[in-house]
T-cell receptor, first 115, second 112 residues
């Protein structure tokens, strides 16, 4: 149990376009979902925390208008990178937690390349 | 300012021997520490955690030790197996939240 999927696994887009990444908890209802970003040889940096039906809480320095997060249900959260630029190229990874459990369960990640 | 540090980017160990991965932290406002394992092109998978009020937690081949005075934790894998080869991340949970701070990871290679 506790499987989290992400789609797509890899995306290449042109500068100025928007990209949507989906994160789904497949076999449990996620109380909270998280979005991280990882640059090469660096740690996972938390971008935002989202709870179903409410606005996401963004970490300091993360532009909420650029990284739109929608948590429409207890099993689905989406991250939209709007007007993407080459500096947005990165590995984006989501995680989910369920009530009463300390650990988060991670998706496989999405590699975004902006040309 | 990196609050959770893994100073060894890589480690090689012979199969059957002990692997020791280290992690240091600078903030006392963490209530749980966790270790995750990550294979290429996959998300991190949870291995083991420890509460800040404990100094040891064991689960099979994996043991985590916490030294609060030194703000240091370590993960011991005994015996090491080739399938343990992966990147290991330590993470600290900010007290009273679900926010994790991750280290930069240590790549473990277990040689057959």
């Amino acid at each position: 149990g506790a499987v989290v999927s992400q789609h797509p696994s890899r995306v290449i887009c042109k500068s100025g376009t928007s990209v949507k990444i989906e994160c789904r908890s497949l076999d449990f209802q996620a109380t909270t979902m998280f979005w991280y970003r990882q640059f090469p040889k660096q740690s996972l940096m938390l971008m935002a925390t989202s709870n179903e039906g409410s606005k996401a809480t963004y970490e300091q320095g993360v532009e909420k208008d650029k990284f739109l997060i929608n948590h429409a249900s207890l099993t689905l959260s989406t991250l939209t990178v709007t007007s993407a630029h080459p500096e947005d190229s990165s590995f984006y990874i989501c995680s989910a937690r369920r009530g009463g459990i300390i650990e988060q369960f991670f998706g496989p990640g999405t590699r975004l390349t902006v040309l | 300012d990196q609050q959770v540090k893994q100073n060894s980017p890589s480690l090689s160990v012979q199969e059957g021997r002990i692997s020791i991965l280290n992690c240091d932290y600078t903030n006392s406002m963490f209530d749980y520490f966790l270790w995750y394992k990550k294979y290429p092109a996959e998300g991190p998978t949870f291995l083991i955690s420890i509460s800040s009020i404990k100094d040891k937690n064991e689960d099979g081949r994996f043991t985590v030790f916490l030294n609060k005075s030194a703000k240091h934790l370590s993960l011991h894998i005994v015996p090491s197996q080739p399938g343990d080869s992966a990147v290991y991340f330590c993470a600290a949970r900010v007290s009273g939240t679900y926010k994790y701070i991750f280290g930069t990871g240590t790549r473990l290679k277990v040689l057959a």
